[in-house]
């Protein structure tokens, strides 16, 4: 079956940067698209990033963009997160997910998901 394993989150001070790994098993990983979504206290989980088979094509929410760069090795079954200037906002547990096409679109449904790695950033 699919697994996914985060790994990589901490405790962190504002302005910080953190580098979350998501190592996947069980599927074919250069096929699909993958994402980072994550959920704070008492909040819905959000999107945060996801990109396509190739790499070549990547998203991002608006309250990350231009801070977190998502990116892949294929050869490796992993999809990363760099999270640089990090804001205490930023504080979650973030969760890696697997579509079941190759490409993202805003809504797309993830079928797989992964245990979560705590995020904290202090102020």
């Known amino acids: 079956q699919v697994q996914l394993v985060e790994s990589g989150g901490g405790l962190v001070q504002t302005g910080g940067s953190l580098r979350l790994s998501c190592a996947a098993s069980?599927?074919?990983?250069?096929?699909?698209?993958m994402g980072w979504f994550r959920q704070a206290p008492g909040k819905e989980r959000e999107f945060v990033a996801a990109i396509s088979w190739s790499g070549l094509s990547t998203y991002y929410a608006d309250s990350v963009k231009g801070r977190f760069t998502i990116s892949r090795d294929n050869a490796k079954s992993t999809v990363y997160l760099q999270m640089n200037s990090l804001k205490p906002e930023d504080t979650a547990v973030y969760y890696c997910a697997m579509t079941s096409i190759s490409y993202y679109y805003t809504g797309l449904r993830f079928d797989y998901w992964g245990q979560g790695t705590q995020v904290t950033v202090s102020s």
């Open positions: 069980g599927r074919t990983f250069s096929d699909y698209a």
